[in-house]
């Protein structure tokens, strides 16, 4: 679950939920209920944590070189990136 990565990551770097939500500039709430599992992660917020503590070499950068935030979703970085219109 990625909630449960999301804490796994959080603790491994001694972070408390307030000081994250202070450094981040996040509400504390928000932060709790995304570890809980209470409410969906945004991806913006996934590429915040992965950027922080440098996450994607945590869970394996090589596996999804284009984005941080996909290594946390293990899926396809293809699917976090911009989309792009073709004229």
């Given amino acids: ?4 990565r999301l804490v796994e990551i959080r603790e491994k770097y001694g972070y408390t939920c307030k000081r994250l939500s202070d450094e981040l500039d996040k509400p504390y709430a928000a932060i709790t209920k995304y570890e809980n599992g209470e409410r969906e992660v945004n991806s913006e917020y ?9 996450a994607n070499h945590i869970i394996g950068q090589e ?14 970085a293809y699917l976090l990136l911009p989309h792009q219109t073709v004229w």
Avoid: G, Q, T
């Fill in 1 to 4: 679950k990625i909630s449960e």
């Fill in 46 to 54: 996934l590429v915040e944590i992965a950027e922080k503590f440098k």
């Fill in 63 to 76: 596996r999804f070189p284009h984005s941080a935030a996909a290594c946390l979703l293990k899926m396809p």
